[in-house]
């Protein structure tokens, strides 16, 4: 691949910035499922909780 000399550098930091940020933010995740922060509480909001009732008598109504 040629790349103008101009261009590659800005393009190896730019590849390198993004590869650094993809990184973390999976690494993130990650740790979010492992302590359980990704999980909706319930009993924090009345109609969320009553929206995720309605899903579940859906759900189990059609199995």
Known sequence: M???RALRY???VGL???TVAVF???TDRHAEHE???HQVKL???PHRD???HE???AIIGRT
Request: net charge negative; aromatic share 12%; glycine share 8%.
């Open 50 to 52: 009553a929206i995720a």
């Open 43 to 45: 009993g924090d909001d």
């Open 35 to 37: 302590r359980g922060e």
């Open 55 to 57: 899903w579940q008598r």
């Open 16 to 18: 390198t910035l993004l």
């Open 2 to 4: 040629i790349v103008h």
């Open 24 to 26: 973390h933010y999976f």
């Open 10 to 12: 800005p393009l190896i």
